[in-house]
């Protein structure tokens, strides 16, 4: 006699592996989204503000003023 068995089972649990799979995945990318921070007003204000002059007093003074501590804690979180 012939074995008349469905295949239907091992379908649907690899539908449902690959749902949780998926699922799992947009979750832990909406988590890591949700942790970078983006830019303020402040800081895109300050980026604007900076001098076009090319002599090292300029450049100096522009690197004074730039508050690198958010990027510093981005980059340390990553």
């Known amino acids: ?3 008349n068995e469905s295949s239907v089972g ?3 649990a690899t ?3 690959l749902a949780v799979i998926v699922l ?3 979750y832990f ?3 890591r989204a949700d942790n970078n ?3 303020t007003s402040a800081d895109l204000n300050s980026i604007n503000t900076q001098s076009n002059s090319d ?3 300029s450049i100096q003074a522009d690197l004074e003023n730039t508050n690198t501590e958010d990027l510093d804690a981005q980059l ?3």
């Open 24 to 26: 799992g995945g947009l």
């Open 37 to 39: 921070v983006p830019a």
């Open 76 to 78: 340390n979180a990553s």
């Open 29 to 31: 990318w909406g988590q």
């Open 55 to 57: 002599d090292s007093a």
């Open 10 to 12: 091992p379908v649907i």
């Open 1 to 3: 006699m012939p074995n």
């Open 15 to 17: 539908i449902i592996i």
